[in-house]
């Protein structure tokens, strides 16, 4: 019973990061659009770190938002 349920955690974990990496690579490729450049311009190492960095801001948000989302469900007053 309880490998089944560390299956579907470890599954889950997967998705969120594979949809996390998904949105990164769109915000990437968007980024470098508005800088009238594309993506061959960069080198593989550079595109690694913008997507890593669009990675963390992205999780950075998603964790604000749960916590304002959970802040509201409890009645809280949120300014």
């Not at 997967?14 to 490729?29: F, G, H, L, P, Q």
């Not at 993506?39 to 304002?68: H, N």
Request: no cysteine; glycine share 6%.
């Amino acid at each position: 019973m309880q490998v089944s349920a560390k299956k579907s955690k470890d599954k889950l974990i997967k998705v969120y990061r594979r949809k996390i990496r998904e949105a990164a690579i769109s915000r990437t490729k968007a980024k470098i659009a508005l800088q009238g450049k594309v993506l061959t311009d960069f080198t593989d190492d550079q595109v690694r770190d913008i997507v890593a960095e669009e990675e963390r801001d992205l999780t950075s948000d998603l964790k604000t938002k749960g916590l304002l989302a959970l802040a509201a469900v409890l009645g809280f007053g949120v300014i």
